[in-house]
């Protein structure tokens, strides 16, 4: 296409929102207009599907749950009238809080004042929250926030290390919507402890983020902790940033969460228009379809020019890969869906993996996000005519001409800036995309059967973890791995009994390797 076709497909595809000043160039993916127009059936049913969902349909059938983060941005579209109380309330609830512990009325027990923020989650309890801080946080914020977000010892102890000093005046959010996630669990485990050993009440500085009636609810209770707030079950864990989940912490960081909604709300409307080039996140839905073949047989890159921006990859990828990753579509036939993402940032990646972008293997698309003011003031020229903010610009262009010079296609989102209002509207538009996207290719974008499993093989393991510990305290003498795995039931299991051993062994937890542990079948092992 020479460069007078090229100009013209950008104008004829280039979508703007001018109360958000958002523009989402698709021009440079190569779909005709023959593809639109059979895409056309398919998007008329997901944008009915769409509003059906918004509507209060039972889209999780799983779960029997609705799926409504839409409401937590404009309550007024919640179906039934207690939804609505339950959402302005829980806001009110959760601003009040949070002013009242950055100004000092809420304080810890031995401290003038909270200094801190430890917040313990895991997938959608700390991608969106660490994400929303990164971009959004102040250089030097009221509370200074720290995340526990794995059940890694050695990550546990250097937060609590670091911390160490200021537990005294540390407020910890506990986020878990059934209260049994194990790495929350853990993680606020290691705190209780962390506290108990500087002499601290941890349940006088706690905070629960759950389902009323879960175990954490429960425990915080009956423990007596500082404060709960709700997590709806119409709410799932990746699309929870924008609830208490991610609001309490971006609140208590002088984040203003209001201007979040607000940005939200704004996009939602935008994404409601029922027709592909006026809805950018139907844009965004089309031109994955067309990468991928509707099959997801390119990945996703991210690629944000900006270094608040850092985390938005590593959100879209639970955002969109648990979302979209499904072996089944809604009639029950195995189709394998899913689109993989990765990504980091511009220019760093220039210096990365671009090489292989341009010249490697074609199994992806790239979607650049722009942001058009460069920082807070006037920039020093670094040669002339030219400042840092230019040359990041030139890349960014440079970037996007070159790949699609040899066949690359991508898509650029821009933003004029980094602002809570415009983090809002862009947690919305990939969150309405992926919906589309998910009922263009017939799956249930809404929940996660992958991760359960995971979930259920990890706990078998702890479950034969006990056996073997119980066994080895009962024998006389060292087994060996296949001796052990028949004694405790499961002789098909020999390499996850050694596995587990290894791990006991090397953690000084009771268990001793005898012989070689680079040759399993002969090692003996006792206590």
């Known amino acids: 296409m020479d460069a007078a076709a090229l100009w013209q497909r950008y104008q004829d595809w280039l979508y703007y929102h001018e109360g958000l000043g958002l523009y989402v160039d698709v021009s440079r993916m190569r779909f005709d207009d023959a593809f639109v127009l059979a895409m056309q059936p398919r998007f008329e049913k997901a944008f009915q599907d769409m509003t059906a969902l918004e509507a209060g349909a039972i889209a999780n059938p799983d779960e029997n749950r609705m799926v409504g983060h839409y409401w937590l941005r404009d309550p007024d579209l919640a179906p039934m009238p207690e939804l609505k109380h339950e959402i302005v309330s829980t806001?009110?609830?959760?601003?009040?809080?949070?002013?009242?512990?950055?100004?000092?009325?809420?304080?810890?027990?031995?401290?003038?004042?909270?200094?801190?923020?430890?917040?313990i989650g895991i997938g959608g309890s700390a991608l969106g929250p660490e994400f929303v801080a990164e971009a959004l946080a102040p250089d030097f914020p009221p509370l200074n926030i720290h995340f526990l977000?794995?059940?890694?010892?050695?990550?546990?102890?250097?937060?609590l290390h670091r911390l160490k000093d200021r537990l005294v005046s540390t407020l910890v959010v506990v986020i878990s919507k059934s209260g049994g996630t194990p790495e929350t669990r853990n993680g606020m485990i290691e705190t209780k402890k962390g506290f108990a050993d500087n002499g601290l009440d941890f349940a006088r500085q706690a905070v629960a983020i759950t389902m009323e009636g879960s175990k954490m609810h429960n425990l915080a209770t009956s423990e007596g902790w500082l404060a709960t707030f709700p997590m709806f079950d119409w709410v799932g864990g990746r699309t929870s940033e924008l609830s208490a989940v991610g609001l309490l912490d971006a609140a208590l960081q002088g984040i203003d969460i209001r201007a979040m909604l607000a940005g939200a709300r704004e996009m939602d409307a935008a994404t409601r228009i029922p027709r592909i080039k006026e809805n950018p996140a139907a844009l965004l839905a089309l031109s994955w379809y067309f990468a991928g073949n509707g099959k997801g047989e390119k990945d996703m890159v991210i690629l944000p020019y900006k270094d608040s921006l850092l985390l938005f990859s590593r959100y879209l990828q639970q955002l969109v890969m648990e979302s979209l990753g499904k072996e089944k579509d809604l009639d029950g036939n195995i189709v394998h869906q899913g689109i993989a993402v990765y990504g980091n940032k511009g220019s760093t990646d220039q210096h990365a993996y671009v090489q292989q972008l341009r010249e490697g293997i074609p199994n992806f698309f790239?979607?650049?996000?722009?942001?058009?003011?460069?920082?807070?003031g006037s920039s020093i020229e670094v040669e002339p005519g030219a400042t840092s903010g230019d040359f990041l610009s030139g890349f960014l262009q440079g970037t996007r001409q070159a790949l699609y010079e040899n066949g690359r296609g991508s898509i650029t989102v821009t933003i004029p800036e980094v602002t809570p209002k415009m983090v809002g509207a862009l947690i919305a538009l990939y969150e309405r995309a992926v919906g589309l996207y998910g009922f263009l290719v017939n799956i249930n974008a809404y929940h996660q059967p992958g991760v359960e499993a995971g979930k259920k093989a990890a706990a078998s393991i702890l479950d034969l973890q006990k056996q073997i510990v119980q066994t080895l305290k009962r024998e006389t003498s060292p087994l060996s791995i296949q001796a052990l795995a028949e004694k405790v039931g499961a002789p098909d299991q020999a390499e996850t009994v050694y596995l587990i051993c290894r791990h006991l062994a090397a953690n000084q937890r009771g268990v001793i390797l005898h012989g070689?542990?680079?040759?399993?079948?002969s090692l003996k092992i006792s206590t």
């Open 91 to 119: 806001l009110e609830q959760l601003e009040s809080f949070a002013h009242k512990v950055l100004s000092g009325e809420i304080r810890p027990p031995q401290s003038v004042k909270y200094t801190d923020v430890l917040s």
């Open 149 to 159: 977000d794995n059940t890694d010892p050695t990550g546990i102890d250097r937060v």
């Open 366 to 376: 790239v979607t650049f996000i722009e942001v058009l003011r460069d920082r807070n």
């Open 516 to 521: 070689n542990p680079g040759k399993p079948a």
